[in-house]
Nanobody
Framework: VQLQAFGGGFVQAGGSLRLSCAAS????????MGWYRQAPGKQRELVAT???????NYADFVKGRFTISRDNAKSSVSLQMNSLKPEDTAVYYC??????????WGQGTLVTVSS
């Protein structure tokens, strides 16, 4: 499985960004895709995940601000990020998981939120 992520960039606090990630290769129909992030000096943490069956999971710190969505036909996942805060600044990684291929990580995309 290969992942290609799009989006990210620089935005002022209160602004919005959208991240997208497309999976290709040996895609299993039952899978989970999501976003994790890693800020400088911190461990990688879960942001949001969505299964091919439609279940979603969000970290508490993004609830009400971020929305994850799936397009199963395109094996893609998007993350709409609104009301961004400086503490959201991090490298965001797309992750794919299936029982068949286990986990695959994307290359990471930088999100910078200025105060």
């Amino acid at each position: 499985v290969q992942l290609q992520a799009f989006g990210g960039g620089f935005v002022q606090a209160g602004g919005s960004l959208r991240l997208s990630c497309a999976a290709s290769g040996n895609i299993f129909s039952i899978n989970s895709m999501g976003w994790y992030r890693q800020a400088p000096g911190k461990q990688r943490e879960l942001v949001a995940t969505a299964t091919s069956g439609g279940n979603t999971n969000y970290a508490d710190f993004v609830k009400g601000r971020f929305t994850i969505s799936r397009d199963n036909a395109k094996s893609s996942v998007s993350l709409q990020m609104n009301s961004l805060k400086p503490e959201d600044t991090a490298v965001y990684y797309c992750r794919y998981y299936s029982m068949r291929t286990k986990e695959t990580w994307g290359q990471g995309t930088l999100v910078t939120v200025s105060s």
